[in-house]
């Protein structure tokens, strides 16, 4: 389960928070394709509550009501056809499975599909489900049961939300039925969200009983679902992320942290000489790693100061470096722009989900980030490809915020985060020639559009980066020489 199945040559999946299945099948078609991304997790695609009361918050999708494929993102067709293009285009998709919950009590219930629920009585008969198939006696999480309780943590209620038994034959057929079903449709795994609220023992039952990925969609016969599981572990809690790795890869909250610390000027680059399981993470193959996702980016779910797009310099910096890096496998957050931190995605009065457009300059419009579109971040995706699986070699760095280092002979890198220039000859490992920095431009046509990086026979360079350039990288790899 450790394993995402990605088409050979590539190495990163992006988080499409929102998006709509038609447009990440154009998505795959006309940019992460081509731009050699690994895969995409998508957000939850079973039906959800429709919560008008708050103006439809993104959080509604985190409110099961039933299993039919069906939300703002769109239908089973939809779906399947998304699901098809992107496995045609090299691209995978992950689905955020949302299987520890239903939906909290509303004076609302219709879901997205037209399915009605009876909250009093636990009553989800879009599944159906009745009070026999969730954890009694009723019980409610609090603050305090983190650090003492491990069995309150999995058997009562998150928020609110009505906690499915997963101890129960019923409960994990449905639950298998769903996600096998999604197999069918050619899937390559799944993020299983709020995996800490559920026994590992039942998880492990759940996960045995997956199918193998569909091999008309691709898959090597016997390839099993790649898996992530969701598990805030900041350390010193009751429940320890030690407990899933025997299952399946784990979300590594640390990474995150540690990096937005250190591209903010409160830890020194030179630090991250060892980055890895020496800071206190998981072990490379065990770890799901990014800078933001959708909750923390907006203050939800763990705690901590986490860079986002809002602070776009020091973003890039920190991408940069997890994209570089060869620790974990790497995720990116594409967002849509917010302020109020329960907004719902860019949507019409009716509710319907406004397709983001695509500028000029790859960038995008209609209120999307796409920070996988920005041209540092979908450049370095091609970095991490090309440097493969060499490891870091030929460290440097100032005693402070400047470090470079090389991928094997494949991929060079630098940063600059001293508020002082970086100017200095340093070892590249790549054989002489000309070389175009992917940060400050790209490669065009055979002219480059940013700096032009000259390596001697020695495979030295002089290298440059102002403190207040708009950037504070320079990458440079085999794919960019002249
Ligand atoms: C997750 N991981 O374990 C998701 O990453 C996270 O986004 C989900 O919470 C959570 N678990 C449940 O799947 C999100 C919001 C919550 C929201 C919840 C359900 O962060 O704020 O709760 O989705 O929609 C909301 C209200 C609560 C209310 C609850 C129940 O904010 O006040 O009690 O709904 O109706
Ligand atoms: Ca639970």
Same mark, same amino acid.
């Given at each position: 389960?450790?394993?995402?199945?990605?088409?050979?040559?590539?190495?990163?999946?992006?988080?499409?928070?929102?998006?709509?299945?038609? #447009?990440?099948?154009?998505? %795959?078609?006309?940019?992460?394709?081509?731009?050699?991304?690994?895969?995409?997790?998508?957000?939850?695609? &079973?039906?959800?509550?429709?919560?008008?009361?708050?103006?439809?918050?993104?959080?509604?999708?985190?409110?099961?009501?039933?299993?039919?494929?069906?939300? =703002?993102?769109?239908?089973?067709?939809?779906?399947?056809?998304?699901?098809?293009?992107? /496995?045609?285009?090299?691209?995978?998709?992950?689905?955020?499975?949302?299987?520890?919950?239903?939906?909290?009590?509303?004076?609302?219930?219709?879901?997205?599909?037209?399915?009605?629920?009876?909250?009093?009585?636990?009553?989800?008969?879009?599944?159906?489900?009745?009070?026999?198939?969730?954890?009694?006696?009723? %019980?409610?999480?609090?603050?305090?049961?983190?650090?003492?309780?491990? #069995?309150?943590?999995?058997?009562?209620?998150?928020?609110?939300?009505?906690?499915?038994?997963?101890?129960?034959?019923?409960? *994990?057929?449905?639950?298998? &039925?769903?996600?096998?079903?999604?197999?069918?449709?050619?899937?390559?795994?799944?993020?299983?969200?709020?995996?800490? !609220?559920?026994?590992?023992?039942?998880?492990?039952?759940?996960?045995? =009983?997956?199918?193998?990925?569909?091999?008309?969609?691709?898959?090597?016969?016997?390839?099993?679902?790649?898996?992530?599981?969701?598990?805030?572990?900041?350390?010193?809690?009751?429940?320890?992320?030690?407990?899933?790795?025997?299952?399946?890869?784990?979300?590594?909250? *640390?990474?995150?942290?540690?990096?937005?610390?250190?591209?903010?000027?409160?830890?020194?680059?030179?630090?991250?000489?060892?980055?890895?399981?020496?800071?206190?993470?998981?072990?490379?193959?065990?770890?799901?790693?990014?800078? #933001?996702?959708?909750?923390?980016?907006?203050?939800?779910?763990?705690?901590?100061?986490?860079?986002?797009?809002?602070?776009?310099?020091?973003?890039?910096?920190?991408?940069?470096?997890?994209?570089?890096?060869?620790?974990?496998?790497?995720?990116?957050?594409?967002?849509?722009?917010?302020?109020?931190?329960?907004?719902?995605?860019?949507?019409? !009065?009716?509710?319907?989900?406004?397709?983001?457009?695509?500028?000029?300059?790859?960038?995008?419009?209609?209120?999307?980030?796409?920070?996988?579109?920005?041209?540092?971040?979908?450049?370095?995706?091609?970095?991490?490809?090309?440097?493969?699986?060499?490891?870091?070699?030929?460290?440097?760095?100032?005693?402070? /915020?400047?470090?470079?280092?090389?991928?094997?002979?494949?991929?060079?890198?630098?940063?600059?985060?001293?508020?002082?220039?970086?100017?200095?000859?340093?070892?590249? %490992?790549?054989?002489?020639?000309?070389?175009?920095?992917?940060?400050?431009?790209?490669?065009?046509?055979?002219?480059?559009?940013?700096?032009?990086?000259?390596?001697?026979?020695?495979?030295?360079?002089?290298?440059?980066?102002?403190?207040?350039?708009?950037?504070?990288?320079?990458?440079? !790899?085999?794919?960019?020489?002249?």
């Amino acid at each position: 389960y450790k394993n995402p199945h990605y088409a050979a040559g590539r190495s990163t999946m992006v988080h499409l928070f929102e998006w709509k299945w038609d #447009d990440i099948a154009a998505e %795959c078609e006309r940019f992460l394709g081509p731009r050699g991304f690994g895969g995409i997790q998508i957000s939850p695609p &079973n039906e959800n509550l429709v919560i008008w009361s708050r103006n439809r918050p993104w959080w509604e999708r985190y409110q099961p009501i039933s299993y039919r494929l069906i939300t =703002r993102s769109g239908n089973e067709n939809q779906f399947a056809n998304m699901v098809r293009r992107c /496995n045609n285009a090299g691209v995978r998709i992950y689905v955020d499975a949302i299987i520890n919950h239903m939906t909290g009590t509303w004076n609302e219930n219709v879901g997205t599909g037209g399915s009605t629920a009876n909250f009093g009585d636990w009553h989800f008969p879009g599944v159906p489900y009745g009070r026999n198939d969730f954890n009694w006696p009723h %019980c409610v999480i609090s603050g305090n049961d983190y650090n003492c309780c491990a #069995d309150r943590v999995r058997n009562c209620e998150l928020s609110g939300l009505k906690d499915l038994n997963q101890g129960s034959e019923y409960v *994990r057929e449905q639950i298998v &039925n769903f996600m096998n079903h999604l197999i069918s449709l050619g899937v390559a795994g799944f993020r299983i969200d709020a995996a800490k !609220h559920m026994w590992p023992g039942d998880l492990s039952v759940i996960y045995s =009983r997956l199918h193998n990925l569909n091999t008309a969609h691709g898959f090597p016969s016997g390839a099993r679902p790649y898996i992530f599981q969701e598990v805030i572990d900041l350390g010193g809690e009751a429940i320890s992320r030690n407990e899933y790795i025997a299952l399946a890869a784990v979300t590594e909250f *640390r990474f995150g942290l540690e990096l937005s610390r250190a591209f903010s000027q409160q830890n020194q680059l030179r630090w991250l000489s060892n980055w890895g399981p020496q800071w206190g993470l998981l072990a490379s193959g065990d770890s799901l790693t990014f800078i #933001d996702n959708h909750d923390n980016q907006r203050g939800h779910g763990a705690g901590g100061n986490i860079l986002t797009y809002k602070r776009s310099k020091q973003y890039k910096g920190a991408i940069a470096f997890m994209l570089a890096h060869p620790y974990g496998q790497p995720q990116l957050m594409s967002s849509y722009d917010f302020h109020d931190t329960e907004a719902g995605p860019p949507m019409d !009065h009716n509710g319907n989900i406004v397709s983001p457009s695509i500028n000029s300059d790859n960038s995008c419009g209609n209120g999307w980030i796409c920070e996988h579109r920005w041209r540092q971040i979908a450049g370095m995706v091609g970095f991490r490809n090309v440097a493969g699986n060499t490891g870091v070699n030929d460290w440097w760095d100032n005693g402070s /915020n400047q470090i470079a280092f090389c991928r094997g002979g494949q991929a060079f890198i630098a940063f600059n985060n001293d508020n002082w220039g970086l100017s200095q000859t340093l070892q590249t %490992c790549l054989p002489a020639g000309r070389y175009c920095d992917i940060i400050s431009g790209e490669k065009i046509n055979n002219a480059c559009t940013g700096k032009t990086i000259t390596v001697g026979n020695d495979g030295r360079a002089h290298i440059s980066i102002g403190s207040n350039e708009y950037d504070m990288v320079l990458a440079i !790899h085999r794919g960019t020489q002249s």
